[in-house]
């Protein structure tokens, strides 16, 4: 495997079901994100993590709940979500945070209906 | 007001045209400014980034910024249908790692 992957690509899930989204960079990055993608809106930043620790949390309902085990793997528990919440959600990973120039590498996407 | 202001299109080109996407910016403080480009069902991936204002090319592909406009600009010269995607601009200042997008264009180029 290469760069960044998320499992699974597809996902359909009631409002009342939990469920995880996975992802892992193989870049040797320290800094990883999870970002949401609607129709006609701009990716919005969900959370930021560097070397394990979360940095950033972008007012995101408490039914996300991220958890970085290590700088490689990141995931996004979902629990008792809206059909709001349907969009792609995308993982990115970077060098670092601390950096000015700071190219994120994004994987495919995880495409989340909820019913 | 948005941070990132960008036209989300659909933009449709014949194959040869010179194409002309662009971001307006609230945010003075902004630094480095980036245009990704997202193929369906594909992430997000890096094309060109620059600092400062001026022009940087790369190939067909030219970025353009204007801090004194608060203005992006990306031109795609003899565009190819393989060029069809969407294009994010993307901005950012210090060093948060954190990036403001524009809503993406999506560009179509018919053969």
């Known amino acids: ?115 | 007001q948005k941070e990132v202001e960008q036209d989300p299109g659909p933009l449709s080109v014949p194959e040869g045209a010179i194409v002309s996407l662009n971001c307006t910016y609230s945010n003075s403080a902004f630094q480095y400014f980036m245009w990704y480009r997202q193929y369906s069902r594909k992430g997000p991936e890096l094309l060109m980034y620059t600092y400062s204002s001026g022009n940087k090319e790369d190939g067909r592909f030219t970025a353009q910024v204007d801090k004194s406009s608060k203005y992006i600009s990306l031109f795609i010269r003899d565009s190819q249908p393989s060029d069809s995607a969407t294009y994010l601009c993307a901005m950012g200042s210090g060093n948060t790692g954190k990036l403001i997008f524009g809503q993406g264009t999506t560009l179509q180029v018919k053969p």
């Open chain 1, 1 to 115: 495997e290469t760069g960044v992957t998320q499992t699974p690509r597809h996902l359909v899930m009631g409002m009342t079901n939990k469920k995880s989204l996975k992802c892992e960079q193989h870049l040797g990055h320290n800094a990883m994100y999870w970002y949401k993608q609607s129709a006609k809106k701009p990716l919005e930043l969900m959370f930021v993590y560097s070397l394990e620790e979360r940095v950033e949390n972008n007012s995101v309902p408490s039914r996300f709940s991220p958890e970085c085990p290590n700088s490689s793997h990141l995931f996004l528990h979902l629990h008792t979500l809206q059909p709001e919440d349907s969009a792609l959600y995308l993982c990115a990973s970077s060098q670092g945070v601390g950096y000015s120039y700071n190219e994120q590498f994004f994987g495919p996407g995880t495409r989340l209906t909820v019913l």
